[in-house]
Nanobody, 124 residues
Framework: QVQLVESGGGLVQAGESLRLSCAASGRTLSRYTMGWFRQTPGKEREFVAAIAWIGISTYYADSVKGRFTISRDNAKNTVYLQMNSLQPEDTAVYYC?????????????????WGQGTQVTVSS
Protein backbone atom coordinates (compact mmCIF):
# COMPACT_ATOMS: atom_id res chain seq x y z
CA GLN A 1 0.00 0.00 0.00
CA VAL A 2 1.05 3.55 -0.74
CA GLN A 3 -0.28 6.46 1.28
CA LEU A 4 -0.10 9.87 -0.38
CA VAL A 5 -0.48 13.24 1.32
CA GLU A 6 -0.62 16.48 -0.64
CA SER A 7 0.31 19.87 0.77
CA GLY A 8 1.15 23.36 -0.40
CA GLY A 9 -2.22 24.52 -1.62
CA GLY A 10 -3.61 27.92 -0.80
CA LEU A 11 -5.01 31.19 -2.03
CA VAL A 12 -2.93 33.25 -4.45
CA GLN A 13 -3.49 36.03 -6.94
CA ALA A 14 -3.32 35.58 -10.68
CA GLY A 15 0.25 35.50 -11.91
CA GLU A 16 1.68 34.15 -8.68
CA SER A 17 3.20 30.74 -8.01
CA LEU A 18 2.67 27.77 -5.72
CA ARG A 19 4.54 24.52 -5.19
CA LEU A 20 2.53 21.49 -4.27
CA SER A 21 4.13 18.51 -2.55
CA CYS A 22 3.01 14.92 -2.42
CA ALA A 23 4.67 12.89 0.31
CA ALA A 24 4.44 9.12 0.22
CA SER A 25 4.65 6.50 2.91
CA GLY A 26 4.35 2.77 2.88
CA ARG A 27 6.43 2.20 -0.23
CA THR A 28 9.29 3.93 -1.96
CA LEU A 29 8.15 6.08 -4.86
CA SER A 30 11.22 5.34 -6.94
CA ARG A 31 9.37 2.59 -8.84
CA TYR A 32 6.08 4.45 -9.27
CA THR A 33 4.88 6.73 -11.99
CA MET A 34 3.38 9.76 -10.30
CA GLY A 35 0.61 11.97 -11.58
CA TRP A 36 -1.13 15.18 -10.62
CA PHE A 37 -4.81 15.67 -11.37
CA ARG A 38 -7.28 18.42 -10.50
CA GLN A 39 -11.00 18.69 -10.04
CA THR A 40 -13.53 21.49 -9.73
CA PRO A 41 -17.10 21.07 -8.49
CA GLY A 42 -19.37 19.48 -11.08
CA LYS A 43 -16.53 18.52 -13.39
CA GLU A 44 -14.56 15.36 -13.94
CA ARG A 45 -11.12 15.02 -12.47
CA GLU A 46 -8.61 15.98 -15.15
CA PHE A 47 -5.00 15.17 -15.84
CA VAL A 48 -2.40 17.84 -15.12
CA ALA A 49 1.04 16.23 -15.22
CA ALA A 50 2.88 12.95 -14.78
CA ILE A 51 6.43 11.76 -14.29
CA ALA A 52 7.50 8.23 -15.13
CA TRP A 53 9.71 6.15 -12.87
CA ILE A 54 11.82 4.93 -15.78
CA GLY A 55 13.72 7.63 -17.65
CA ILE A 56 11.98 10.33 -15.57
CA SER A 57 9.96 11.37 -18.62
CA THR A 58 7.39 14.05 -17.95
CA TYR A 59 3.99 14.72 -19.52
CA TYR A 60 1.68 17.71 -19.25
CA ALA A 61 -1.82 18.73 -20.15
CA ASP A 62 -1.82 21.38 -22.85
CA SER A 63 -3.48 23.82 -20.46
CA VAL A 64 -0.49 23.83 -18.10
CA LYS A 65 2.42 23.18 -20.46
CA GLY A 66 5.09 25.82 -20.02
CA ARG A 67 3.69 26.98 -16.67
CA PHE A 68 3.75 23.86 -14.47
CA THR A 69 6.68 21.56 -13.75
CA ILE A 70 6.48 18.13 -12.17
CA SER A 71 9.53 16.72 -10.42
CA ARG A 72 10.41 14.04 -7.93
CA ASP A 73 12.90 13.57 -5.11
CA ASN A 74 13.14 9.84 -4.54
CA ALA A 75 15.38 10.33 -1.51
CA LYS A 76 12.57 12.28 0.15
CA ASN A 77 9.85 10.04 -1.30
CA THR A 78 8.15 13.19 -2.53
CA VAL A 79 6.79 14.50 -5.80
CA TYR A 80 6.33 18.19 -6.53
CA LEU A 81 4.23 20.32 -8.82
CA GLN A 82 5.65 23.78 -9.36
CA MET A 83 2.89 26.02 -10.65
CA ASN A 84 3.83 29.39 -12.13
CA SER A 85 1.73 32.11 -13.74
CA LEU A 86 -1.37 30.78 -12.05
CA GLN A 87 -4.71 31.81 -13.48
CA PRO A 88 -8.24 31.70 -12.03
CA GLU A 89 -9.02 28.71 -14.24
CA ASP A 90 -6.34 26.76 -12.35
CA THR A 91 -8.54 26.90 -9.25
CA ALA A 92 -9.28 23.32 -8.21
CA VAL A 93 -8.55 20.59 -5.73
CA TYR A 94 -5.26 19.03 -6.77
CA TYR A 95 -4.64 15.32 -6.24
CA CYS A 96 -1.52 13.25 -6.59
CA UNK A 97 -1.66 9.63 -7.65
CA UNK A 98 0.68 6.67 -8.07
CA UNK A 99 0.90 3.70 -10.41
CA UNK A 100 3.48 1.10 -11.40
CA UNK A 101 2.41 1.46 -15.03
CA UNK A 102 4.27 3.36 -17.71
CA UNK A 103 1.38 3.76 -20.13
CA UNK A 104 -1.87 5.66 -19.98
CA UNK A 105 -0.43 8.22 -17.61
CA UNK A 106 -3.12 10.79 -18.33
CA UNK A 107 -5.97 8.40 -17.52
CA UNK A 108 -7.61 8.25 -14.11
CA UNK A 109 -7.99 4.48 -14.25
CA UNK A 110 -4.25 3.97 -14.63
CA UNK A 111 -3.57 4.99 -11.04
CA UNK A 112 -3.89 2.73 -8.04
CA UNK A 113 -3.29 5.14 -5.17
CA TRP A 114 -4.65 8.63 -4.55
CA GLY A 115 -4.14 11.34 -2.01
CA GLN A 116 -6.92 13.35 -0.35
CA GLY A 117 -6.23 16.52 -2.32
CA THR A 118 -5.19 20.08 -1.59
CA GLN A 119 -7.18 23.17 -2.53
CA VAL A 120 -5.67 25.76 -4.86
CA THR A 121 -7.58 28.99 -5.32
CA VAL A 122 -6.43 31.70 -7.72
CA SER A 123 -8.12 35.07 -7.48
CA SER A 124 -8.24 37.52 -10.37
Amino acid sequence: QVQLVESGGGLVQAGESLRLSCAASGRTLSRYTMGWFRQTPGKEREFVAAIAWIGISTYYADSVKGRFTISRDNAKNTVYLQMNSLQPEDTAVYYCAATRRLDGMSALGTYDYWGQGTQVTVSS
